[in-house]
């Protein structure tokens, strides 16, 4: 999905040069615009009484009256426009004095270009208007002033895109408050399914949010993109897991406190289960795994769970939906529970269990919290979170509470075959101390592979050997008085 659009006026943006000649570097350069350049307004104002010629332009098109507005300097400005300059003048690259004083915010040049006739309408590259940089830039009485000269409140730049949008993304709840009086349609969506409402959820902005809620935003609207991207929310993504998946959880309790619902899953997911990813993203290629989001208020995550049970969030809410793919693990019937011993969160799932979570509940294959910790359903094994002591220790704090470690999933897997998935070998030596029992566990599962065999790649995907695996898994196999296979079973059928 794009993000709103941070465009900076500068001077190399393509454009057309609208009133200015062109001209060659060895021309002789603009007197009065290097005086405004350098805010000589003393200079700029006997050149203008010398009769020098106002339009001219600096080599990129810049002229005095573009530099009065970045100064933001009403008085030159109106000396500038009365000599002759056009008020609408554009540089080469087809910026103009409204355009500018609308980026850096000042009222005031933009307010004596108004009232000179500069058209509030205008638009820059990407049809980018007046009132989406006025907007951007935080500054509620030039969006008025804005307005008040015929600014569209609800023009759309290229990406569809308003200035409601612009102001709710950079948190400007005076702005947003603003546009909402004069008509922005705060329920335009884009094909990403954001509105101007989850733009503020987002980035944090609770104040901008709040506004929109005021003027009438549903809190458990969700949101249903057009287009899909890795960018893309999830078909059914409410404001509470989108403000929750950016780690904003101070203002996840405030849209509960208006209504949202903690136990909402359309989306697939519900804000406890979410809270498992945020906690402990995926690796991909970092080791150490990628940052959590930075998120913003006062409230932590681990508070942030307690706040939301507290609330009304079911702590052992199973997911409805979900995927059938025995290669990752099955999303359907999963509790926060369950998400958190699969990411080796300690810290939150003694949270969970605190709060009342089941440790025994399983997903839909039959996969309780122990098997999950252990592996099972891990794909890639270094792209998952969560260290080998990570999983050593939450292992052993499943089985303090009285998890089973000889559980078996409907697919015929094991804490050893889990183990096996990770290629945490000391894992599967710490699951033989624990009481897996080999005469159990070396067994196919519905892949046609032991524990041993998954070790060895006999597995979905691309898969490196784990020796030291394959050596912990035959060190319990020989203590046990069970010879290692050295051969792999006859295959069985299994789709991915």
Same mark, same amino acid.
């Given at each position: ?153 609800? =023009? ?9 949008? +612009?102001?709710?993304? =950079? ?80 203002? =996840? ?20 289960? =979410? ?111 969560? $260290? ?12 303090? +509470? ?5 559980? $078996? ?88």
């Amino acid at each position: 999905m794009k993000s709103i659009c941070s465009i900076v006026l500068v001077l190399s943006t393509a454009g057309t040069l609208a009133f200015t000649p062109a001209r060659t570097p060895a021309q002789t350069p603009a007197p009065l615009a290097t005086a405004a350049e350098h805010q000589q307004w003393g200079r700029l104002s006997n050149l203008i009484d010398d009769d020098v010629a106002v339009d001219q332009a600096q080599p990129d098109g810049m002229t005095a009256l573009h530099w009065a507005a970045r100064w933001n300097h009403p008085i030159a400005i109106s000396r500038l426009v009365a000599a002759g300059q056009p008020v609408d003048a554009a540089t080469d690259y087809g910026v103009t004095p409204l355009a500018i004083a609308c980026r850096y915010g000042n009222l005031n040049a933009a307010t004596a270009l108004l009232d000179l006739g500069a058209d509030a309408t205008q638009q820059t590259s990407g049809d980018e208007t007046m009132l989406m940089h006025a907007a951007r830039v935080g500054n509620a009485s030039l969006v008025r002033a804005l307005i008040d000269h015929g600014a569209l409140v609800n =023009a759309k730049q290229r990406d569809d895109q308003t200035a409601l949008m +612009w102001a709710a993304e =950079a948190g400007h709840a005076d702005v947003v408050g603003v546009l909402i009086d004069n008509g922005a349609d705060f329920r335009h969506a884009l094909r990403s399914g954001f509105t101007a409402f989850y733009f503020a959820v987002r980035q944090g902005h609770a104040d901008a949010a709040a506004k929109l809620l005021d003027a009438g935003v549903d809190v458990n609207d969700r949101m249903n993109p057009q287009s899909r991207s890795e960018r893309s929310p999830r078909k059914g993504t409410t404001a509470l897991l989108l403000a929750v998946e950016s780690g904003h959880f101070e203002l =996840a309790l405030q849209l509960v406190d208006r209504g949202a619902d903690p136990n909402d899953q359309r989306s697939g997911f519900a804000p406890l289960h =979410a809270l498992s990813w945020v906690r402990r993203p995926s690796r991909g290629d970092n080791a150490a795994g990628d940052p959590p989001p930075q998120g913003s208020g006062t409230v932590g995550s681990l508070q942030f769970a307690r706040e939301l049970v507290a609330r009304g969030a079911d702590v052992n809410l199973q997911l409805t939906q979900g995927n059938y793919r025995k290669a990752k693990l099955t999303e359907k019937g999963a509790t926060p529970m369950l998400f958190a011993a699969f990411t080796s969160d300690l810290p939150y799932a003694q949270t969970l269990k605190e709060l009342g979570a089941d440790i025994q509940l399983a997903n839909v294959d039959g996969t309780t919290p122990i098997l999950a910790a252990a592996g099972v359903g891990i794909f890639v094994a270094d792209e998952y979170p969560g $260290t080998e002591d990570q999983t050593l220790a939450m292992i052993d704090q499943i089985v303090e +509470w009285g998890g089973r470690i000889n559980d $078996t999933d409907q697919h015929g897997e094991t804490v050893v075959h889990g183990a096996a998935y990770r290629s945490f070998p000391r894992v599967v030596d710490r699951l033989v101390e624990l009481g897996a029992k080999p005469e159990h566990w070396y067994r196919d599962n519905s892949l046609g592979s032991t524990p041993r065999q998954l070790a060895q790649g006999k597995r979905p995907g691309s898969f490196k050997p784990n020796k030291a695996t394959v050596a912990a898994i035959d060190r319990a196999l020989k203590a046990a008085g069970i010879e290692p296979e050295e051969w792999e079973r006859p295959k069985k059928t299994s789709q991915y």
